[in-house]
């Protein structure tokens, strides 16, 4: 595996590899874990060659110290995407993505509203636009992302749509943990106890049932900021709350 941190590198890199083979590629902001892991696989399966990236995006946060407080590893994401398979890691700098005057914005609509749009304000202006710049840099055949971040997914999937953009994207189940809570880097900032009562979030979903499920997480004194069912990529009940300081999405497909 060979990392890349600089357009010109990732570009130099990548264009003896444009000789008709496939290319996949699979956006994270690093920290690896399973989850992340289940999407190179799954690029590993179908492609030639698997490009990672490794992005915190500064836009895509509200609260700076949420930014600055996301954990960061660059050589750990390196021994795992390595091990996972990953030809070539592209791991930018802030300034490499968004250099001084920047100034072009891809604002998403339709699936982006309502949600996380409501309760994260820009934040898939940031993920929209950081996704188009990694397809348009990479110019991978598949790109891959998980059911975790259901709306995420049905924002990316409808700006391929929606700016014909030539790549196809595939969806990837959530992996959980034994006890059923879906894999994220934000799981580490959990408490012992945070992260038991953190178990009313899938428990909640396994009622399939806005309305239940909002109950369990309410007796398990867990105040969400929505359960709702809306079409993400397929009718999905989909669940945000924050429990402590830390704030935990997950869903289900019904
Ligand atoms: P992140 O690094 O959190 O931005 O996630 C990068 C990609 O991994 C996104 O497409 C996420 O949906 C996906 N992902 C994160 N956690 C999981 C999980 N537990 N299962 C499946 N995919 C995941």
Redesign the pocket.
């Known amino acids: 595996m060979e990392t890349q941190q600089t357009i010109a590198d990732l570009r130099r890199a990548l264009a003896p590899l444009r000789d008709g083979r496939t290319i996949g590629l699979v956006?994270?902001?690093?920290a690896l874990h399973e989850?992340?892991l289940?999407?190179i696989e799954a690029a590993r399966a179908e492609c030639d060659v698997v490009v990672a990236s490794l992005f915190v995006n500064p836009t895509q946060f509200g609260e700076p110290a949420n930014l600055d407080g996301y954990p960061r590893d660059l050589a750990r994401d390196e021994r795992v995407a390595a091990v996972a398979g990953v030809d070539v890691l592209f791991a930018p700098s802030a300034g490499e993505l968004y250099p001084k005057g920047f100034a072009t914005w891809v604002v998403p609509e339709g699936a982006a509203e309502g949600l996380e749009g409501e309760h994260r304000p820009s934040h898939f202006r940031g993920v929209a636009t950081v996704c188009v710049k990694l397809f348009e840099l990479v110019r991978p055949h598949l790109a891959y992302?998980?059911?975790?971040?259901a709306q995420?997914l049905a924002v990316v999937k409808q700006i391929v749509r929606d700016l014909n953009l030539d790549l196809e994207i595939r969806a990837?189940?959530?992996?959980?943990d034994e006890d059923g809570l879906?894999?994220?880097?934000r799981n580490a900032r959990l408490t012992p106890t945070e992260r038991e009562r953190a178990l009313a979030i899938p428990r909640a979903l396994a009622t399939r049932d806005p309305a239940r499920a909002r109950t369990v997480l309410v007796e398990a004194g867990i105040e969400p900021d929505y359960v709702a069912v809306a079409d993400l990529d397929g009718e999905t009940l989909a669940v945000a709350a924050r429990v402590g300081e830390t704030r935990l999405i997950d869903n289900v497909l019904l």
């Open positions: 956006p994270t902001m690093g989850g992340h289940a999407l992302f998980g059911r975790k971040d995420q990837v189940p959530t992996v959980r879906a894999l994220s880097s």
